[in-house]
Structure formats: structure tokens, C-alpha cells
């Protein structure tokens, strides 16, 4: 071959590697913009995804702490006569919904009181105190349907009434009423009567004589063609934040106001009440952050006595049983504080304590 051929081979050659080299260079770039594509193809993805987490964080409501107060039953047994019972049990139940308290356990500290009767066949004060503040807590419009005659009852009419949010008035209208079921159609629902002039029709077929929160909106559409919803009790508080009243629970002793608590992890803080417990001033007591905040009252002979009648709580103290055992009124005048009167100081003393231990959270 000659030169001038071999040249011409040899340019023919470095072109053909040229245009290689480019090409491979090209496909590495194309490659590379994928990859890269790619990446923030995903990282977006991932963006979008915790973005939709957050909100759905934000969109979903927190739970709002709950305060339980417990009371002993016994108190009910130093009342002289039915009236003043009554007339007790008024007082608790006025100060329970003036400080916007959830539950109400009531305990009898008595351990002959069985199933909460007594020999005679009486009610137990913890028996009777009950059914008085769930009357109570009950909306006028309500009782006749829920709570049949009982001589118990004689001396209710003479009690202050509670006036909660949920108590609403003939001619108000609310968002919310609480209703109690009548006859179902069960091709149309159930009718429900809410205190109203007529009553409302709601879309869940339900067993007649049972308590429910009806979600009545803002139409105000009285007929059948109207249809409302029957919500969880809870939701009232949740949306509008009104206070909704409070449950009551029986406890047959201490250890089962905390053994049959209605929360699933139960009560994270408990705080026992009595004039043999720590002073710390209101503004000084700091609570942890809480889910379920519990708050006991003794009986006649206080809370120490209640324990070592329990049999469950056999060889235990006051620091065993609670998370904190305080004195909320020092320096009493008075050799004793009668429960309901411990009531109104402690729940005032607890106020600014409780608010600032929900703000942590």
C-alpha cells in the first residue's frame, strides 16, 4: 500500500473513533439526564408523600386531654335526711360541669355494700349519688323518657339545673341536640325526639329508648325529609369545643375506679386529695403532659381509710396507689373539709396546673 493510501486509511480510521467517542459521550449524557430524572422524579414523589403526611397530621384533630374526678359514696350516708342528700349531690354535680369535668367515678368505700345495696334493700350512697348526677347531666326534655319514677328522685325538682351547652332550650337551635330513639322505619331510619316541636328523622336504624347526639346542622327543616345523622357523643366537643357534659361511672371500691377505667391505656396521672398530703402552691405545681388525668376525693375518713378497706390494695400507701397526694388547702380553720366544699377548692386549685400541662402537649 502506498503512502498517500495509507493515509487516507489512517484519516478514515481517527473519524470512524471520533464518531465512537462521541456517540458513547452522548448515550453516557443521555444516561446521566435520565438518572437524574430519575432522582428528582423520586425525590419530588417523596416530597409529595410526606407533604400529604403532614397534612393529613394537620387535618386530623388532636385528642383533647380528659379530666376524671373520683368521689366517695359515703359522703351521700352523712346527709340527714333525702333532701339533703339531694341537695349534696346538686352541689357535686354543679361543680363538675362549672369546671368541665369528663367523667365521674363514684366508689364505695364500704366493703359489706354489695352490688351497691344495702341489708334493707336500699340504694348505697354511691348508688344513689350516681343516679342523681346522671339525671342531672341528662337534658330536661330527656328525663321523663330515660328515667322512670323512683322515690329517690322525690326531691330533684328543687335543684339547681346544671344550664351546660347541651341542655339546650325549646326554641334554641344548636348544631347538636341530644335526642332519645322512638319507633324505626326501617325503610327511612329512625325518628328521634331532640326537645324540639316536632320530632327529627335520623338515617341509622336504632333500638328504641337509647340516648344520642344528633348532628342537626344549620336547615332547619323539621319534616321527614330532612334526614340527620346520630354522631359519637364526643363529636360536639371535638368541633365546636363546647363542653358536652359529663359520664358517671360506679366503682364497688378504690382499686376499681382504676382496674375498669373506659380509656384503653387507662389514667396516666393520678392525684389523690387530702390534708395529710404534700402542699405545693398552685403556681408552683407543674403536671406532666396527660391523656387521662384523674383526681380523687375520700369519703367521711378520707382516702387513707378507702385503701385499707380495698383487699386489692392490701399493705399499699397513698404514694403507692397515686401519682401525687396533695394538700390543696393548707392551713384549713376548719377540723374538717366536707367533700363537696374540697371540690370547689381543689378544681380551682388544679385550674392553672391543667392548662399548662395541655399546652405542652
Known amino acids: 500500500m502506498n503512502p498517500a493510501d495509507a493515509e487516507k486509511v489512517r484519516r478514515k480510521k481517527d473519524k470512524k473513533e471520533k464518531r465512537k467517542k462521541r456517540k458513547d459521550a452522548a448515550e453516557d449524557d443521555c444516561a446521566s439526564t435520565a438518572a ?12 409529595q408523600r410526606k407533604d400529604e403526611d403532614a397534612g393529613e397530621e394537620k387535618a386530623r384533630p388532636k385528642q383533647k386531654p380528659t379530666v376524671s374526678i373520683a368521689v366517695a359514696g ?3 350516708d352523712n346527709a340527714q335526711s333525702l333532701e339533703l342528700a339531694t341537695l349534696l349531690a346538686g352541689q357535686i354535680a354543679r361543680a363538675v360541669t362549672v369546671f368541665r369535668i369528663d367523667e365521674v367515678v363514684v366508689f364505695d368505700s364500704n366493703p359489706a355494700v354489695e352490688n351497691g345495696g344495702t341489708a334493707d334493700g336500699e340504694e348505697s350512697g354511691a348508688r344513689f349519688l350516681v343516679r342523681i348526677l346522671e339525671y342531672l347531666e341528662t337534658p330536661q326534655y330527656l328525663r321523663r323518657r330515660l328515667f322512670p319514677m323512683h322515690k329517690n328522685l322525690k326531691f330533684v325538682g328543687l335543684l339547681p339545673p346544671l344550664d351546660a351547652p347541651h341542655h339546650v332550650r325549646k326554641h334554641e337551635w344548636s348544631v ?6 322512638l319507633e324505626v322505619d326501617k325503610s327511612k331510619g329512625t325518628l328521634v325526639d331532640v326537645g324540639l316541636s316536632k320530632n327529627v328523622l335520623v338515617e341509622q336504624i336504632l333500638e328504641p329508648g337509647k340516648r344520642v347526639t344528633v348532628a342537626m346542622g344549620t336547615d332547619r327543616d323539621l319534616t321527614t325529609a330532612c334526614v340527620r345523622k346520630v354522631v359519637p357523643s364526643s363529636t360536639p366537643s371535638e368541633e365546636m369545643g363546647s363542653y358536652w357534659g359529663y359520664k358517671v361511672r360506679y366503682a364497688s371500691n378504690l382499686s376499681g375506679i382504676f382496674k375498669n377505667s373506659p380509656y384503653k391505656e387507662g389514667y396516666d396521672h393520678i392525684i389523690g386529695t387530702s390534708e395529710h398530703g404534700e402542699i405545693i402552691g398552685s403556681s408552683e405545681l407543674t403536671l406532666p403532659s396527660f391523656r387521662h388525668l384523674l383526681i380523687a376525693f375520700g369519703g367521711l375518713a378520707g382516702l387513707e381509710e378507702s385503701i385499707e378497706e380495698d383487699t386489692n390494695l392490701k399493705g399499699k400507701h397513698a404514694n403507692d396507689v397515686f401519682t401525687s397526694y396533695l394538700n390543696t388547702c393548707p392551713n384549713q380553720g376548719s377540723r374538717t373539709i366536707r367533700t363537696e366544699e374540697a371540690l370547689l377548692i381543689s378544681l380551682q386549685y388544679f385550674q392553672d396546673p ?3 400541662a395541655e399546652q405542652q402537649t
Do not use: A, C, D, Q
Open 36 to 47: 437524574g430524572e430519575e432522582t428528582g422524579h423520586r425525590r419530588e414523589k417523596k416530597k
Open 74 to 76: 359515703s359522703i351521700i
Open 176 to 181: 347538636f341536640r341530644e335526642g332519645v330513639t
Open 354 to 356: 391543667i392548662r399548662r
